[in-house]
């Protein structure tokens, strides 16, 4: 008789067989568990510590600010799930923003509303040009971005001479008004809804979308199986510019002024929101879902640190930053997770 007790499989070797059901759905799903943990946490809190946070016309207020920062995340994310970067994004909203409200004035030309379209045509370009010189001449995304952001700065200071232009297209404002209801909310959130939407289906249910990830997960076995990369990269640096021409006309509305100084903390929120929400910077991980995650903590975050009514208004962008790095922490740590189970299964 053999004394040999039988071998071990795979999984009760890596001990993932003893995994409750539950623990092994957790760790499959950390990317968006740790950052839905992280928005249940800041809404509990804010919920308790202030009076106003849950109120409809506060939650009205976050919608309306947070509106363009969903749009132009939207194009990050599709930047981010390619490994590249574009942090030229601010300034090509600002110069979006200060074209349509240049057109609006019509000094010397007035396009009135038209001038909105030519705005977001104009930001898709520079966002093309980024792709271009990116893929097709070699230039690193981070060095080709940054010298966009020089440029549309410039062009933003130059348009009006340095100077805000305080007459925008009349339908921005009425769009942006945080009381400018359709079905209990602002019309500006479903405008960032539609935009998150569009950009969820494509990356999800399209040829496109998918060869975004492969770009991103491996390039080279991407360029292998017939993915042209180059024009992938190319044409989600031009997606980015269209999102953040379209966050820039959203911006001019809510602030009822095109300034050519506005927006110069729309870089980093918006890669931020995109970052918290669980898409890796090193790209082919995450997705539009990870992003509206990242949206609503940031907003959550941003919104509640304004009503707390002890907090010292200099120490909220310290505070603001130690929280926003104690959640990428969790976000950290849910994607070793996350790779740990993969490679016990």
């Not at 950390?30 to 849950?54: E, G, K, Y």
């Not at 700065?153 to 009381?179: H, M």
């Amino acid at each position: 008789m053999s004394n040999m007790s039988p071998a071990l499989t795979p999984q009760e070797a890596s001990g993932s067989g003893s995994q409750s059901p539950f623990m092994q759905f957790a760790s499959r799903n950390a990317r968006l568990l740790a950052p839905l943990l992280t928005l249940i946490v800041l809404v509990i809190f804010f919920s308790i510590t202030t009076d106003v946070f849950l109120t409809v016309r506060n939650l009205r207020n976050v919608i309306t600010q947070v509106a363009p920062i969903a749009v132009a995340a939207t194009g990050v994310t599709f930047v981010l799930l390619c490994a590249e970067i574009d942090l030229s994004i601010a300034s090509i909203a600002t110069f979006a923003g200060m074209l349509a409200a240049w057109f609006w004035v019509g000094d010397p030309i007035s396009l009135g509303s038209w001038g909105i379209l030519v705005g977001i045509l104009v930001a898709a370009l520079l966002g093309l040009i980024n792709g271009f010189f990116i893929s097709y001449v070699g230039i690193p995304s981070f060095m080709m971005t940054l010298a966009m952001l020089t440029i549309g700065s410039g062009l933003a200071t130059y348009i009006n001479q340095g100077k805000p232009i305080f007459e925008v297209p009349t339908i921005t404002r009425t769009i942006a008004r945080a009381n400018n209801l359709f079905l209990g909310l602002p019309v500006m959130g479903y405008i960032a809804i539609a935009v998150l939407i569009v950009g969820h289906i494509i990356l999800a249910y399209t040829r496109f979308g998918r060869q975004v990830y492969m770009t991103g997960g491996n390039r080279e076995a991407a360029q292998m199986s017939g993915v042209d990369t180059r024009r992938v990269i190319m044409l989600v640096m031009m997606i980015s510019g269209l999102t953040a021409g379209m966050a820039g006309i959203l911006f001019i509305g809510r602030l009822s002024q095109a300034n050519p100084a506005g927006g110069q903390n729309m870089l980093i929120d918006t890669i931020a929101a995109v970052v918290l929400g669980g898409t890796s910077l090193f790209g082919g991980e995450g997705g539009m879902l990870n992003t509206v995650l990242g949206l609503l903590i940031f907003a959550v975050l941003s919104n509640g640190l304004n009503l707390l009514p002890n907090l010292n208004i200099y120490f909220k962008e310290a505070l603001t930053g130690i929280i926003l790095l104690c959640a990428l922490l969790l976000n950290v740590l849910a994607l070793r997770l996350e790779t740990f189970q993969r490679r016990t299964e």
